[in-house]
């Protein structure tokens, strides 16, 4: 059995896996967990050193994932610009402390964006769709001491409608496309699958 930190998790989805598993798996985050489990609410820097095994972290990526690139114009945006990029540099170093911990293995989780270049390139990139989820959103995965994730079940991506002007016309529109133009697209595009989750139980574990 091993001791799981799941990191800057309040859906309980990545802890429940490990759970199933037989390990003793907790999630973290400022939030309260959606779904009943052992979860420590506060941050996770002050809970690093409880003699873990393995952490998984998905650091928030509101001003590290390429969705948002265009908000750090300072020529368009000014001050708020700045201000972004101070915080883009803030969330990097929240991920480096996360990286640099004590923890034997590590697999740090983020989408495409400031960390590919600024940080390192991630050991690897996958998508929901190779492991049973039909959906379709680039899932970057930075290891310590760990394997990469071997994945066979592909399934085809979900459609969600298709563009209908523009140089995309006609093309369809995946669920990582499709969330610019949700509501509660934040909410949703930091939704973790239930297909990688079980494959790092199953294959950390």
Not at 153 to 165: E, G, L, Q, R, S
Not at 175 to 180: I, L, P, R, V
Request: net charge positive; charged share 30%.
């Amino acid at each position: 059995m091993m001791k799981v930190l799941i990191a800057c998790e309040y859906s309980g989805t990545v802890r429940e896996a490990f759970k199933a598993k037989g390990h003793d798996a907790w999630s973290c985050d400022i939030l309260p967990t959606e779904i009943k489990g052992q979860h420590l609410e506060g941050d996770v820097l002050n809970f690093l050193d409880r003699g873990w095994d393995l952490m998984i972290a998905h650091p928030p990526c509101t001003y590290l994932s390429n969705a948002g690139i265009r908000w750090f114009n300072e020529d368009k945006y000014g001050d708020k610009a700045k201000e972004r990029k101070r915080l883009r540099l803030k969330a990097m170093d929240f991920v480096k402390k996360l990286y640099d911990s004590s923890i034997e293995k590590i697999c740090i989780e983020n989408p495409v964006g400031y960390l590919n270049n600024n940080w390192r390139k991630p050991d690897q990139i996958v998508q929901p769709y190779y492991f049973g989820d039909p959906e379709s959103k680039r899932t970057c995965l930075w290891y310590k001491n760990l394997n990469p994730l071997i994945h066979g079940n592909h399934v085809k991506p979900k459609i969600y409608a298709y563009y209908k002007t523009g140089k995309k016309k006609g093309k369809p529109i995946y669920f990582n496309d499709y969330c610019h133009f949700s509501n509660d697209r934040g909410k949703i595009r930091s939704k973790f699958w239930d297909g990688i989750a079980n494959a790092m139980a199953q294959q950390w574990g």
